[in-house]
């Protein structure tokens, strides 16, 4: 592995990142009403899916396989959900935690892509499968609908994140600054954002409203060209009638 990668705030960011997700996977499988080793499982599974995508794309070692804490700190989730009763999770916990795992994932993504020679945009894209894939995996695992089908600002502030931390690594490069600081407000502009479309139910405008909202305006248009060329239209004051009117000639 790229030693140059392994600074304190990006160990930091993982197990941040790692613990969320795999105690967002053992939620899931609690509100399913699974056992303890499905519960294991999904918060393994949650865990490090996003990390294991990135490895495999950018060609690194999968880094869970060589890390003898990321396995326990997923088990260790498990553990927390099936001890602590089920309304301390109710709410908006839940996403909370994934927002914060989704932002953390995302800077370390990019940062790890970035350090293995990935060229910044590629680098960033792996930010954003890093932060999004084991949610996706943890998901498609249970049978529900992921949260990227849904018009909800959640990959734009894995995008977000992803590109601030490309952007910092350049602009520190260039100005003699650390890179801490730009993961750091890459992390907090992600996990920020990611809060806000939570509490304020921020959402992109999706395709059909999209086409619905545009042949209003188009036969608004219209009408408002039909409108004039009725009003032009010369109309006998003695009888109601218009200038011209189509009849039926078999009318009697």
């Keep these: 592995m790229n030693e140059t990668i392994l600074t304190p705030i990006l160990d930091i960011l993982d197990i941040l990142g790692i613990a969320v997700f795999a105690l967002s996977g ?20 949650t865990g490090v899916g996003g990390g294991t995508v990135r ?8 880094f869970w396989m060589f890390d003898p804490w990321v396995a326990p700190v997923c088990l260790g989730m498990a ?13 908006r916990l839940f996403f909370y ?18 350090a293995y020679g990935i060229p910044p945009v590629p680098a960033l894209l792996m930010g954003v499968f890093t932060g999004v894939a084991g949610g996706i995996i943890r998901d498609v695992v249970a ?3 992921t949260v990227i089908m849904q018009p909800q600002i959640y990959l734009t502030a894995a995008l977000l994140a992803s590109t601030i931390t490309a952007a910092g690594s350049f602009l ?18 992600g996990f920020v954002v990611r809060l806000g ?12 409203k999209l086409r619905r909202r545009a042949a209003a305006e188009t036969a608004a248009q219209m009408d408002a060209l039909v409108e004039p060329e009725a009003a ?9 009638e218009a200038a011209f009117e189509e009849r039926d000639p078999h009318a009697s």
């Design 79 to 91: 553990v927390i959900a099936w001890n602590f009763p089920g309304r301390i999770w109710d709410g």
């Design 172 to 189: 520190a490069e260039l100005f003699r600054f650390t890179e801490t600081i730009a993961w750091a407000v890459a992390f907090a502009v």
């Design 97 to 114: 935690a994934d927002g914060a795992g989704l932002a953390a994932f995302a800077v370390l993504g990019t940062a790890k892509a970035l």
């Design 55 to 62: 490895d495999l794309l950018i060609g690194a070692p999968v």
């Design 232 to 240: 032009e239209s010369p109309v006998m004051q003695d009888s109601g």
């Design 197 to 208: 479309a939570i509490q304020f139910r921020w959402r992109w405008p999706t395709y059909g």
């Design 26 to 45: 053992a939620l899931i499988a609690a509100r399913e009403r699974q056992s303890f080793v499905t519960m294991g499982f999904f918060a393994l599974v």
């Design 143 to 145: 049978g529900r609908p």
